[in-house]
């Protein structure tokens, strides 16, 4: 049983590119969470998508978007990469919405931004 | 503002040595708390999830305690291993409309042979 996967592993960019994520669930998870950690800190929440919907969002700009798919894979988007943004890109799934079930993490994915 | 703050910021111990992480949390509605393990440049790894409820859980070498009136939990490492090196994060779920969870910054424990 796989568990939460994420691509690519390591990414670098420079100012002004976009950059997509991607986060495959683990299997029989429909809830995708997307959380941004800077380097010694905490994971910072970026949103959540359930039912292919934008659910609940945290305190991030526009820039950073998000999709998911029917097979409950995900995807996180972010425009105007600025150098604030070098971070790991963590994704976490879930069964359903309900807050006593464990989240998963997958390995997340290292941005540079140069 | 909800807010989990942990201490000590960082650890070092001896192997086989116990040691005890703190976390106090600032969350309304509390639902449960949780801790995770996260090895650098890798995804957290749970340890325990409690309800607010729940005074203990454990997992192994691992015992997490919650008292819910004083919003404190601490996580207890018995007999440590140097595979234990890694930061602890303390985790509050929030019940309401908006962020799911509020982390804290982490505790970066290292055990030294």
């Known amino acids: 049983d796989a568990g939460v996967t994420q691509s690519p592993t390591h990414l670098i960019k420079t100012r002004g590119q976009q950059v997509t994520l991607r986060c495959s669930p683990k299997?029989?998870?429909?809830?995708v969470s997307w959380y941004q950690q800077a380097l010694g800190q905490g994971p910072q929440f970026i949103f959540q998508?359930?039912?292919?919907?934008?659910?609940q969002r945290g305190n991030f700009p526009d820039r950073f978007s998000g999709h998911q798919f029917p097979n409950y894979s995900s995807e996180l988007n972010v425009n105007a990469l600025l150098l604030g943004d070098s971070a790991l890109y963590l994704c976490?799934?879930?069964?359903?919405?309900?807050?006593?079930?464990?989240?998963?993490f997958g390995e997340g994915s290292r941005l540079t931004v140069l | 503002k909800n807010q989990v703050e942990q201490s000590p910021q960082s650890l070092i111990i001896l192997e086989g040595k116990n040691c005890t992480l703190q976390c106090n949390y600032t969350v309304s509605p509390f639902s449960n708390l949780r801790w995770y393990k996260q090895d650098t440049g890798r995804g957290p790894v749970s340890l325990t999830i409690m309800t607010f409820s729940e005074n203990t859980k454990s997992n192994g070498r691992y015992t997490a305690t919650l008292d819910a009136d004083t919003k404190q939990s601490s996580l207890h490492i018995t007999a440590s291993q140097l595979s234990d090196s890694a930061s602890y994060i303390c985790?509050?779920?929030?019940?309401?409309?908006?962020?799911?969870?509020?982390f804290g910054p982490g505790t970066r424990l290292s055990v030294l042979p």
């Open positions: 998508y359930y039912e292919e919907e934008e659910r």
């Open positions: 976490a799934s879930a069964r359903g919405l309900l807050l006593d079930g464990e989240l998963f």
């Open positions: 299997s029989g998870h429909d809830t």
């Open positions: 985790v509050s779920d929030v019940d309401n409309y908006g962020q799911n969870f509020v």
